[in-house]
């Protein structure tokens, strides 16, 4: 069973940085995609960007393109983490933040990558609150 832990989250001023990670356990995720969504309330979860494990191949939803940037990395311990680098956060960033993983990400086109759909496992999630 794969386990996600989102932690990182917190009130950032507009304008700053916030680093959100996500430490991912239970298999070997070669082939894994891995993504980080984002909810308000009202609203659907939408993506905000993805990574595939074995390739490192990045993908960004248009309003966070240039801002964010999603990273991977596995320790030789087998502890598997995910981060999100938020920078230039806007108060639109304000949101639930999700960790999400798909099994078959290897096996999907991009825009596939980008349905919440088909990750079968998520995070609990962490708010990221914005002050301007």
């Known amino acids: 069973q794969v386990h996600l832990v989102e932690s990182g989250g917190g009130q950032v001023q507009a304008g700053n940085s916030l680093r959100l990670s996500c430490a991912a356990s239970g298999r070997d995720f070669a082939a894994y995609s891995m993504a980080w969504f984002r909810q308000v309330p009202g609203k659907d979860r939408e993506f905000v960007a993805g990574i595939m494990w074995g390739s490192d191949f990045t993908s960004y939803a248009a309003s966070v393109e240039g801002r964010f940037t999603i990273s991977r990395d596995s320790d030789k311990n087998a502890e598997n983490a995910v981060w999100l680098q938020m920078d230039n956060v806007k108060p639109e960033d304000a949101a639930v933040y999700y960790c999400?993983?798909?099994?078959?990400?290897?096996?999907?086109?991009?825009?596939?990558?980008?349905?919440?759909?088909?990750?079968?496992?998520w995070g609990q999630g962490t708010q990221v609150t914005v002050s301007s």
């Open positions: 999400a993983a798909d099994p078959r990400g290897a096996y999907r086109s991009s825009d596939e990558r980008k349905l919440k759909g088909v990750y079968t496992f």
